[in-house]
Nanobody
C-alpha cells in the first residue's frame, strides 16, 4: 500500500527556515509526481511545489519561488521541501501528495490549476506549521 508521512518543525519564526520531509512507501520512484499543498485558516488549498520523477519537472508557486527548494531522494523515497525567509502567511497545514503513475501535464504538475489536486492519488495526513512573528 502507498503511504505518505509528513514531518518537520511545527513551530518556526518569521525570517527563519522550514524543512518539510515527505516519506513515501509502496511505490517505485521512477514514474511519479510528489507535490506539496498547504491550507491556511479560511483559505483554499494551494499547491506550492512539486517534483516529477517521470520527466524531471520541478515547480514552485509564485509564493515560494526564489525562497524554496524541493528535492527527492530516490533511495530513501523522501521528498524534501525547504522554505527560507518565512513569512506569517506561510502558516498552514502542509500536505504531501503523490500521483502514481504521473499524469503528464505541462511543467507544473497540475498545480497551476485550481482542481489540480484531483490528479493526486495519495495523501499524507498533513503537518500543522505555525509561524511566530
Amino acid at each position: 500500500e502507498v503511504q505518505l508521512v509528513e514531518s518537520g518543525a511545527e513551530l518556526v519564526q518569521t525570517g527563519g527556515s522550514l524543512k518539510l520531509s515527505c516519506s513515501a512507501s509502496g511505490f517505485s520512484f521512477d514514474d511519479y509526481a510528489v507535490a506539496w499543498f498547504r491550507q491556511g485558516p479560511g483559505k483554499e488549498r494551494e499547491g506550492v511545489s512539486c517534483i516529477r520523477g517521470t520527466d524531471g519537472t520541478i515547480y514552485y508557486s509564485e509564493a515560494l519561488r526564489g525562497r524554496s527548494t524541493i528535492s527527492a531522494d530516490n533511495v530513501k523515497k523522501t521528498v524534501v521541501l525547504q522554505i527560507d525567509n518565512l513569512k506569517p502567511e506561510d502558516a498552514a497545514r502542509y500536505y504531501c501528495a503523490a500521483d502514481v503513475p504521473a499524469a503528464l501535464d505541462g511543467s507544473s504538475c497540475h498545480l497551476q490549476r485550481g482542481v489540480g489536486w484531483m490528479e493526486y492519488d495519495y495523501w499524507g495526513q498533513g503537518l500543522q506549521v505555525t509561524v511566530s512573528p
